[in-house]
C-alpha cells in the first residue's frame, strides 16, 4: 500500500463513526491494510486513530496473525507508552491471546516483561546479535523506527526442551511449561526404562530412550535424574552439550561445582529443586545461576517455569535449605494431615471422613496463608479465643514439642542434602 491509499484508508477510520468503526475490523479484504498501515504508524509515533479502536484492532488480530510484523508493530506499541495510556490493558488483555499463538517464546517474554518507555533499552539485555527482543529503535536520519525482532539461528524456531529422566519431578515439569508457552511437539523426553512413558506421551510429548537424542534436539534440558546418576549422566552426555545448552539440574544435593566440573567449560548451567506438588502446578521452586549463566537465562527458565507455582531466584546456600523446608516440607506435611485425622477417628468418626476434612483443612489453611500474607502467628492468634478449643489443643501440641520437632525435621533433612552434595562433589572428582 503506498502512502496515498494509506491516508485514504485512515481518512475513511477517522471519517467513519464510532459505533461503526469496530465491525471494520472484521471486513476480510481490510485485515492487511490496517497491518501495514499501523505499523508505519506506530513506527513514525503517528497515532492519529484513537487508542481504544487501536486496542480493539489489535485484539482482534491476535486472533488471526503470528506474522513477524504483526508481532514487532504490537511490541512497539506496548514500548510507545508515552502516546499510549492503555499499557496495563495491553499487558493484561494481549498476553492470554498471544500465548494461544505460535509466537517464538523470547518475543512473548520480551513483550511480557517490557515497561518502560519506548525509547529506553530493556533491562539486562547486552546490545549485540544475540539479544533476544530488539535492535536499535532509530535510523540513521534520526527519526524512530519500529523495533525488529532480530532473526539469529537460535531464534527461528521455538525454545526446544528436553527432560533425561522421566519421574514425578520431570511430569509435573512438563505439565506446567505446556500450560505456557511450550508446544508438545517442542518437548522430548528420555529414560532407560519405558514404565513412566505414557503418561507423558498422553501429554503429546515425544519419547526416547537415548539422552543424546534429547540433548541434541534441544534448547534447554533438565537433568532430572537421582543424584547417585548425575555424574554417569553428565559425562555421557558432555560432548554434545554446547555454550548455546541450558542445562538444568534438578538432583538434590548436586551442587554446581559439580555440575560444572562434569561439563564443558562455560555451560549454561542452574540448579533447581521443584517439589511434588509441581505435579498440580502448586509447587515451590527455587533456583540458583552457575558462573556462566546470565540473568537473561533465569528470566527465561522463571518465565517457563511460572506455571508450576511458586518460583524463585536465590543463592546456591539456600537450596540444600529449601530441600528441606519444601522438598521434604511435603511429607512433614503428609505426617501431620495423617495425625490429625487419626485424632478424629480416635474420637469416632469414619476414616474416610476424617482424612478428607484433614485434606480440605490444610489446602484452606494454606491458601489463606498464601492469600493473606499474614504471619502464620497471626492468623493462628485469629482463630483462638480465650478459654476455648484451639487453645488447649495448642497447649497439647507445644507439649508434645511439635513446634522443636518440625525445626529439627527441616534441619535434619537440609543436613542429609549437604551430606548427598558432598557425596555427588566427590563422584565428580573422582573420575
Known sequence: MDPKEQQELLERIQDTDEEEKYPLLFTFDFQEDMEEVFHNMAAEEDLRVN????????????????????????????????????????????????????????????FRNYQGP?????????????????????QKDGRSRLPQVITNPSMDMPLRVGFIGAGNMAYGIAKGILSGDVLPVNVKVSAPS??????????????????????????????????????EILREISQLVTQKHIIVSVAAGVTLATL????????VILRLMPNLPCLLLEGALLFSRGSSAKPEDAALLSSLLQHCGLVEEGPEAWIDVHTGLSGSGVAFVYLFAEALAEGAVKMGMPSSLAHSIAAQTIVGAGKLLRDTGKHPAQLR?????????????????????????????VESATERARELGQKSAGDGNSN
Open 118 to 138: 519506548w525509547h529506553e533499552e530493556i533491562p539486562g539485555l547486552k546490545e549485540s546479535e544475540e539479544r533476544p527482543a530488539f535492535q536499535s529503535s532509530t
Open 51 to 110: 487508542a481504544m479502536f487501536l486496542g480493539r484492532w489489535v485484539d482482534s488480530q491476535l486472533h488471526l496473525t503470528t506474522s513477524k510484523k504483526f508481532v514487532s508493530t504490537c511490541i512497539c506499541l506496548v514500548k510507545n507508552v508515552e502516546y499510549l495510556n492503555w499499557t496495563s490493558y495491553i499487558r493484561k488483555t494481549w498476553l492470554s491471546n498471544i500465548r494461544k499463538q505460535n509466537w517464538d517464546i523470547r518475543d512473548r517474554i520480551a
Open 381 to 409: 492468634s485469629d482463630v483462638c479465643t480465650p478459654g476455648g478449643t484451639t487453645i488447649y489443643g495448642l497447649h497439647a501440641l507445644e507439649q508434645g514439642g511439635l513446634r522443636a520437632a518440625t525445626m529439627s525435621a
Open 194 to 231: 519405558p514404565r513412566n512413558f505414557g503418561r507423558f506421551e498422553d501429554l503429546g510429548i515425544s519419547v526416547t530412550h537415548f539422552n543424546s537424542d534429547v540433548v541434541s534436539g534441544s534448547d534447554l534440558v533438565f537433568v532430572a535424574v537421582k543424584p547417585h546418576l548425575v555424574p
Open 260 to 267: 560444572e566440573l562434569l561439563l564443558p567449560k562455560d555451560s
